[in-house]
């Protein structure tokens, strides 16, 4: 006999061998149908692998990630499988589960294409073999069996997988006539899939390399209930009409030129406008909580990033050196904003009673992303971070770092991100070539995060691998208004690039000592931010933030020099306004305005003309009433007072 340990802390004895799936069955069959992974003893598993010692156990049904992740999976294959029928001879790339739903990357084999008017058949294909019940088998192989099996196939991208592998690590998983590589975990059997939807077709190079073939990637996702596709259907069109790509065009806040480059985005005025409005909204936060301004060029010579360790850790996916005509001498766009921060802190001495030394700083950085990896403002070769980095004492870094938890925990309130989910992301103790600096190092400042935010009652997960390479870091993930999650804030404790610039300060005993530093950011990237705020209003904005506050109406022509005059009172006092003096009629320069989500619409006829007032009507709420230009200045002002007071 085991004993099994449940998430509550009770404890059952089973006959040894005993498979996750059985367990559940003898709870409740109801329970059985609707599990589809299982965690033993923190590892992810298929619900039919024998559990042979005492364990830890969850059972996953569909609201965990876990079981979304096994059935999304299984769900690839089943997609692979009927393409594998419908398209004889293809070959399959990766096909993993993603977010929402999976896809595959397979090459068809020349003069073959796959488009969407094919998805309905592929589609028709999977629902026939998922109606079959077919059960998933899992079978580990040596290497050289497995190669030998892709070999045969003919399929070089699977080969090229497997030789990356390590022997006694391989598995492989079937279902009906279907054999793919795979660790898994998978579904029982195809018999969950009850609702299936293909979505779109894409280009995806093999392993993300421009250098390799263009594969047909192939995307979609399943459901255990045809309510839930339909459900998810509302949704996909709902994220359309947010796409934040369609509403940046349609508002005119930002573009993209082939000519200046992929991934390097232009900002337009009213995108300025409201970038600038959310740098000056925190930069006065920011100065209120003792942070200095500072600013940094855009590129740095390439041995101040062999110093910090971001050539090494980055290289690979930064612009390449620029040579100078001077001999050997080589600068980098930079990828990060920290070294020069050390460089700025390097430039004058420091006391203990200096510190903390808070610096921050828009600074805009590079990062060379694959032209398929490319998403409008959300991935970008060129982002400004709202970077800052802390200096201070140990015996300061708890508060400092507690400190900006509420820093973010204030901005998100503003921008009504309530619904948002914390990270710790640790090294991986598997893999440590990955991270630079001493373990005694590493634990302190896994230590250090841990317990500030349980002293902030902050709910977190935690995370191994995700850490950055020269600390660990707590990550808060933004819930958007359609579901998506987005990283944006994130704090991170190092104690080694002070070590790697030596940083220093006088202490009281009149020694050297050596600062902590804490990078953070709260937007993130400006770009990642201003397109989860897009899609998140669906570009209608707070009006502290809105490019423009108002638009002026003039009923018709003869009113337009009475609009011009109120244009230039509201523009001198700080509230930004358009007119709108077409000749068109009211109701059509109405309907116009209003899909540019303007926040006022300010009517002027004549009884506004001889009253020596505006008619205001606001965005989805209609008409306000009458004001002299003085109250309507007043109103606004009180409004985004109120929007920002916290």
């Not at 509302?234 to 005119?252: C, M, N, Q, S, Y």
């Not at 430039?347 to 992303?369: C, I, N, Q």
């Not at 977190?460 to 390479?469: H, I, Q």
């Not at 990642?528 to 904005?541: D, H, P, W, Y």
Request: charged letters at 30%.
């Amino acid at each position: 006999m085991i004993k099994i340990t449940f998430p509550d802390g009770s404890v059952r004895e089973y006959d040894e061998g005993i498979t996750s799936l059985r367990i559940a069955e003898q709870i409740s069959p109801k329970l059985a149908k609707e599990v589809y992974a299982a965690t033993v003893n923190g590892e992810l598993i298929d619900l039919t692998k024998p559990i042979t010692t005492d364990a830890t156990l969850k059972l996953h049904k569909w609201e965990d990630e876990e079981a979304k992740h096994a059935f999304w999976h299984s769900s690839a294959h089943l997609l692979a499988e009927a393409l594998e029928a419908l398209y004889p001879g293809i070959k399959f790339g990766i096909g993993p589960a993603i977010e929402n739903g999976f896809y595959y990357d397979v090459d068809p084999g020349d003069g073959k294409v796959i488009t969407e008017t094919d998805l309905p058949v592929i589609e028709n294909k999977m629902k026939e073999f998922a109606a079959q019940n077919q059960v998933f088998n899992r079978r580990d192989v040596s290497k050289k069996e497995a190669l030998d099996l892709f070999t045969k196939k003919g399929d070089e991208y699977k080969t090229e997988l497997i030789a990356d592998l390590v022997d006694g690590t391989i598995s492989l998983y079937t279902q009906g006539n279907f054999t793919d590589l795979c660790r898994g975990p998978h579904l029982p059997s195809t018999e969950p899939i009850k609702a299936i939807k293909l979505t779109s077709v894409a280009g995806a190079y093999w392993r993300g390399n421009e250098n390799r073939k263009m594969l047909t990637r192939i995307y979609g996702i399943t459901f255990p209930k045809q309510k839930m596709l339909d459900e998810y259907l509302v949704f996909l069109e709902e994220a359309k009409r947010r796409d934040h790509r369609r509403i940046g065009k349609e508002l005119e806040l930002f573009t993209f030129s082939p000519k200046v480059g992929m991934g390097l985005p232009l900002w337009l005025p009213k995108g300025a406008d409201l970038r600038q409005n959310l740098i000056n909204f925190l930069t006065s936060v920011l100065r209120k909580r003792g942070y200095k301004i500072v600013a940094t060029p855009h590129i740095g010579n390439v041995n101040l990033y062999k110093t910090s360790g971001h050539f090494e850790k980055y290289g690979a996916d930064s612009f390449q050196p620029i040579s100078t005509p001077q001999e050997g001498e080589q600068f980098m766009l930079k990828p990060m904003n920290c070294p020069h921060h050390c460089e700025i802190y390097n430039a004058t001495p420091h006391s203990y009673k200096d510190l903390p030394l808070r610096m921050a700083e828009f600074g805009t950085v590079y990062r060379y992303e694959q032209s398929g990896e490319l998403h409008g403002l959300t991935r970008v070769r060129s982002f400004t971070q709202d970077d800052a980095h802390i200096f201070c004492r140990p015996d300061q870094l708890r508060e400092e770092f507690k400190s900006i938890i509420d820093l973010i925990l204030y901005v998100f309130r503003i921008m009504n991100f309530n619904d948002f989910s914390a990270q710790i992301s640790l090294r991986d103790p598997e893999n440590k070539q990955k991270y630079i600096g001493s373990d005694e190092n590493w634990e302190k400042a896994e230590k250090d995060i841990i317990e500030a935010a349980a002293e902030k009652n902050l709910v977190t997960t935690v995370v191994l691998g995700e850490a950055a390479f020269y600390g660990p870091k707590l990550d808060f993930m933004v819930k958007d208004a359609i579901g998506r999650k987005w990283q944006l804030g994130t704090i991170q404790v190092d104690y080694n690039l002070p070590e790697r610039f030596d940083l220093t300060y006088n202490g009281s005993d009149n020694q050297k000592h050596r600062p902590v530093m804490i990078h953070r950011t709260i937007f993130g990237s400006m770009e990642r931010f201003v397109a989860v705020l897009i899609e998140n209003t669906a570009g209608k904005f707070p009006l502290w933030l809105a490019p423009e506050k108002a638009v002026i109406l003039p009923i018709s022509d003869k009113f337009n020099e009475y609009a011009g005059n109120v244009l230039k009172i509201l523009n001198n006092s700080d509230i930004c306004t358009l007119i709108d003096d077409r000749s068109e009629k009211i109701g059509k320069k109405i309907r116009d305005n209003e899909l540019k989500r303007i926040p006022y619409l300010l009517i002027i006829g004549e009884k506004e003309v001889e009253s020596g007032t505006i008619s205001v009507r606001k965005q989805g709420e209609g008409d306000k009433g009458s004001m002299k230009v003085e109250e309507f200045i007043k109103f606004i002002n009180s409004e985004i007072k109120n929007e920002i007071a916290f």
